[in-house]
T-cell receptor
Framework: DSGVTQTPKHLITATGQRVTLRCSPR?????VYWYQQSLDQGLQFLIH???????AKGNILERFSAQQFPDLHSELNLSSLELGDSALYFC?????????????FGPGTRLTVL | GQQLNQSPQSMFIQEGEDVSMNCTSS?????WLWYKQDPGEGPVLLIA?????ELTSNGRLTAQFGITRKDSFLNISASIPSDVGIYFC????????????FGAGTQVVVTP
């Protein structure tokens, strides 16, 4: 158990819908990273939040957004869903208090868009 | 897209054999991490490397940070059935504030 929690475990929805994925980092970690894992693209970095502020964006679509709340949990919002958005979505957390910022991954949310 | 070239793509080995895999890039990284992922689960951190030339072990696993800072290697000695899974390398550049780039993974299958 990495200490990172994600809900829900599975999500099935229809095209055009909007969903929210939730992540709670390890106790004490200030950074949350979101990744998307699909069969054809592998693990792709989406976005990074540090202590409530957005720090970096990767290959994140404009239909996707995220935020980190004062209690440090984070939510990834996916809207106008398309079939191609079906994937595993992981969050990872890190303390980022030094250069030794190992990232620990949660169990993921499997999103299926029908 | 991915900038890390991980090989081999898959390995079929017998229990007790050693396993070697590597990751290369045209870019310089200041951190290399190795993860293992089981089906339907999140990647689990195995080893973290922070200095060029560093050699670090975790039980039967040994990883090295290449001297050029453009590659890393992972070895598994005396494989056992629970070593089955997908192994990923991940690299972090100094200017990327923690963003990891992942290799495509090496699928390891261990037969008794």
């Amino acid at each position: 158990d990495s200490g990172v929690t994600q809900t829900p475990k599975h999500l099935i929805t229809a095209t055009g819908q909007r969903v929210t994925l939730r992540c709670s980092p390890r106790s004490g970690d200030l950074s949350v990273y979101w990744y998307q894992q699909s069969l054809d693209q592998g693990l792709q970095f989406l976005i990074h939040y540090y202590n409530g502020e957005e720090r970096a964006k990767g290959n994140i679509l404009e239909r996707f957004s995220a935020q980190q709340f004062p209690d440090l949990h984070s939510e990834l919002n996916l809207s106008s869903l398309e079939l191609g958005d079906s994937a595993l979505y992981f969050c990872a957390s890190s303390s980022d208090r030094s250069s030794y910022n190992e990232q620990f991954f949660g169990p993921g949310t499997r999103l299926t868009v029908l | 897209g991915q900038q890390l070239n991980q090989s081999p793509q898959s390995m079929f080995i017998q229990e007790g054999e050693d396993v070697s895999m590597n990751c290369t890039s045209s870019s310089i990284f200041n951190t290399w991490l190795w993860y293992k992922q089981d089906p339907g689960e999140g990647p689990v951190l195995l080893i973290a490397l922070y200095k060029a030339g560093e050699l670090t072990s975790n039980g039967r696993l040994t990883a090295q940070f290449g001297i050029t800072r453009k590659d890393s290697f992972l070895n598994i000695s005396a494989s056992i059935p629970s070593d089955v899974g997908i192994y990923f390398c991940a690299g972090r550049k100094s200017d990327s504030w923690g963003k990891l780039q992942f290799g495509a993974g090496t699928q390891v299958v261990v037969t008794p």
